[in-house]
């Protein structure tokens, strides 16, 4: 089955958030097709540990990166455009937990939001331009979560952030699709209950409900294939029947 034109064997692929989890599973996918791998994270070791990995079947660039730096995420897009000469994929996947009460420490809001949304709104702003101006297909995915839109109470800082990425995506939906000649397309990806590092904090083992990070990547995948802007996960607990309601 055909995939979205932007995955392609020789074809690249930034991952931000890219170590572990969600985006660990996303390279995969990606180096899978054969395309070529830049992945950002703040855990060198981890980076360096899937480089080793990932590098035995595809060409792969690592670096440290903390997307909530403006001046980092352009470090890393002179970099990954010095060596690949271009992006296919964007992939802002980079996120903290939450715990950010509304009263709470102003320090945790400030990590919260410069990793959650201020690291959706650099990657966005420093690497579509060059995206657009290369005149062919390409995705930018930005990560979201339920709780950008359910906003569950007791923990602000999170819901706020997410729901912030919500509004960045859209915004950027309706400017890709009013600039002529482009063929890059926006998704928001909206994981449910995923067995992650941050789940593994609170659960050695997978939690019977919860997905694996792999089974969201499918989803992303099948979702852009099919020219889905919003790619809303199920989990083993909450059907997509319940999500809607």
Same mark, same amino acid.
């Given at each position: 089955m055909p995939q979205h034109p932007a995955i392609a064997q020789g074809k690249v692929a930034v991952v931000t958030g890219g170590a572990s989890g969600i985006g660990l599973a996303a390279a995969e996918r990606f180096a899978a097709h054969g395309m070529r791998l830049a992945l950002a994270d703040t855990d060198q070791a981890a980076l360096e540990a899937v480089a080793e990995?990932?590098?035995r079947s595809t060409e792969v660039l690592t670096m440290v990166c903390d997307v909530g730096d403006r001046a980092a995420v352009e470090a890393l897009a002179d970099r990954v455009y010095e060596r690949f000469a271009e992006v !296919?994929?964007?992939? @802002?996947?980079a996120g903290r937990e939450g715990g950010g009460a509304l009263f709470g420490q102003t320090a945790r809001w400030?990590?919260? /939001?410069? !990793? @959650? /949304?201020?690291?959706?709104? @650099?990657?966005?702003q420093v690497f579509a331009p060059r995206m657009i101006a290369q005149g062919q297909p390409g995705a930018i995915i930005n990560t979201g979560s339920k709780q950008g839109i359910t906003c569950p109470p007791g923990?602000?800082?999170?819901n706020v952030s997410k729901a912030g990425v919500k509004v960045v995506s859209e915004a950027l939906a309706h400017e890709l699709r009013g600039?002529?000649?482009?063929a890059i397309t926006?998704? /928001?990806?909206?994981?449910?209950? !995923?067995? !992650?590092g941050f789940t593994r904090v609170r659960h050695q083992e997978k939690p019977a409900g919860a997905w694996l990070p792999e089974q969201v990547i499918d989803l992303l995948l099948d979702g852009m294939r099919k020219g889905d802007f919003y790619i809303l996960c199920p989990d083993n607990d909450v059907s997509r029947a319940i999500d809607e309601k």
């Open positions: 990995r990932l590098g !296919t994929i964007l992939m @802002n996947n400030h990590e919260i /939001l410069e !990793t @959650n /949304l201020w690291g959706v709104i @650099n990657g966005v923990d602000a800082a999170y600039i002529d000649g482009c926006a998704h /928001l990806l909206i994981p449910g209950f !995923t067995f !992650t």
